[in-house]
C-alpha cells in the first residue's frame, strides 16, 4: 500500500528561524512529489520534483528530493507569521493519476 | 476567471439524510477527484473521475456515491450509510499527467 510520512507533525518556531519539514514515501511506481500549504481552506501548490538531488526553489522556500532515501524537506528560512499553516506533502505514481497525502506538519511561527 | 468552484461552503445535515455537494470546474480539466481532510490524517481520496461518465473508487469510498456526466462538473453524495461524514471535503481537477488544483473546500457537519 502506498504510504507518506511526514516530521515532525507539529512545529513552532520564533519568527526568523529557519524550519526543515521532512517527507518519506512509499510507493510504487513513483511519478512525482509535491508540497503544498494550506492555511484555512484549499492547499495551495509549492512544488513539485520528480528528480533527485534538483532544488527548487522559491523564494525563501526551497525543496529537494532524494530518491535513493525515498524522501523529500522542506525548507523555510527567515520564517515570517505568514508561514503558519499545514504543510503537506503528497506523491503521484505512475498511470493511476490520484495522490496519495501524507498527515500534514503544522507549523506554527511565533512573533 | 478559470477556477474550481464548490458549494456549499457549509453545509448541515440531519443523520440519515443524503447530501450532494457541488464541484465545478472550468479548466477544462479532464481528471477531477474527491478529498477528504480529518485532523491529523491528511488528505484521503474517496472517488475520482479520469473521464466524462468513468470514475473510480479511492481509499474510503464507502458511503459516498459520484458521478460525471458533464466534465465540468463531479458531484459528491455523501449517504445516509457513511457513519462518521463529519469532515472538510476538498475537490480537486487537474490535466492528465499534470499538476492537481484544489477549490476551496466544503465543511460537512452532522447534527
Known amino acids: 500500500e502506498d504510504k507518506v510520512v511526514q516530521s515532525p507533525l507539529s512545529l513552532v518556531v520564533h519568527e526568523g528561524d529557519t524550519v526543515t519539514l521532512n517527507c518519506s514515501y512509499e510507493?510504487?511506481?513513483?511519478?512525482?512529489l509535491l508540497w503544498y500549504k494550506q492555511e484555512k481552506k484549499a492547499p495551495t501548490f509549492l512544488f513539485m520534483l520528480?528528480?533527485?538531488?534538483i532544488e527548487k526553489k522559491s523564494g525563501r522556500l526551497s525543496s529537494i528530493l532524494d530518491k535513493k532515501e525515498l524522501s523529500s524537506i522542506l525548507n523555510i528560512t527567515a520564517t515570517q507569521t505568514g508561514d503558519s499553516a499545514i504543510y503537506l506533502c503528497?506523491?503521484?505514481?505512475?498511470?493511476?493519476?490520484?495522490?496519495?497525502f501524507g498527515q500534514g506538519t503544522r507549523l506554527t511561527i511565533n512573533p | 476567471d478559470g477556477g474550481i468552484t464548490q458549494s456549499p461552503k457549509y453545509l448541515f445535515r440531519k443523520e440519515g439524510q443524503n447530501v450532494t455537494l457541488s464541484c465545478e470546474q472550468n479548466?477544462?480539466?479532464?481528471?477531477m477527484y474527491w478529498y477528504r481532510q480529518d485532523p491529523g490524517q491528511g488528505l484521503r481520496l474517496i472517488y475520482y473521475s479520469q473521464i466524462v461518465n468513468d470514475f473510480q473508487k479511492g481509499d474510503i469510498a464507502e458511503g459516498y456515491s459520484v458521478s460525471r456526466e458533464k466534465k465540468e462538473s463531479f458531484p459528491l453524495t455523501v449517504t445516509s450509510a457513511q457513519k462518521n461524514p463529519t469532515a472538510f471535503y476538498l475537490c480537486a481537477s487537474s490535466i492528465w499527467g499534470n499538476t492537481i488544483y484544489f477549490g476551496e473546500g466544503s465543511w460537512l457537519t452532522v447534527v
Open positions: 479548466l477544462n480539466h479532464d481528471a
Open positions: 503528497a506523491v503521484e505514481n505512475q498511470g493511476a493519476q490520484k495522490l496519495v
Open positions: 510507493v510504487t511506481n513513483f511519478r512525482s
Open positions: 520528480t528528480s533527485s538531488g
